[in-house]
């Protein structure tokens, strides 16, 4: 049952992948780039988990924009400034932290 579960997991990623290499697809770096250009940021980590394709990425953000805010405010604040590539994104994964911790 497992092996099937992640077999068809393993499918739809590739899936996933070649529909994205068809668009911009958004790299570990223009993300950062634009996090970077937009808060004032502490700590960073972007990474692709998808294999490369840009289709799912795991990212990191402490900012000194985040102090005050609550974890939803600082990922709507993140999801905001990604918006174009969220868009093109399968999945994201967000962690958040102020920089007052």
Same mark, same amino acid.
């Given at each position: 049952?497992?092996?099937?579960?992640?077999?068809?997991?393993?499918? &739809? !990623?590739?899936? !996933?992948?070649? %529909?994205?290499?068809?668009?911009?697809?958004?790299?570990? $770096?223009?993300?950062?780039?634009?996090?970077? $250009?937009?808060?004032?940021?502490? =700590?960073?980590? !972007?990474?692709?988990? =998808?294999?490369?394709?840009?289709?799912?990425?795991?990212?990191?953000?402490?900012?000194?924009?985040?102090?005050?805010?609550?974890?939803?405010? $600082? %990922?709507?604040?993140?999801?905001?400034?990604?918006?174009?590539?969220?868009?093109?994104? &399968?999945?994201?994964?967000?962690?958040?932290?102020?920089?007052?911790?």
């Amino acid at each position: 049952m497992l092996r099937q579960l992640l077999s068809r997991q393993r499918v &739809h !990623v590739v899936q !996933v992948c070649r %529909h994205m290499s068809g668009n911009t697809a958004p790299t570990e $770096q223009s993300i950062k780039a634009k996090l970077e $250009q937009s808060l004032k940021v502490e =700590s960073i980590s !972007v990474q692709d988990i =998808s294999g490369g394709c840009g289709a799912m990425f795991q990212i990191y953000v402490q900012a000194e924009d985040f102090n005050g805010l609550r974890t939803l405010q $600082q %990922h709507k604040l993140i999801q905001n400034i990604l918006k174009e590539d969220v868009a093109n994104m &399968h999945g994201l994964t967000l962690k958040t932290e102020p920089t007052n911790r």
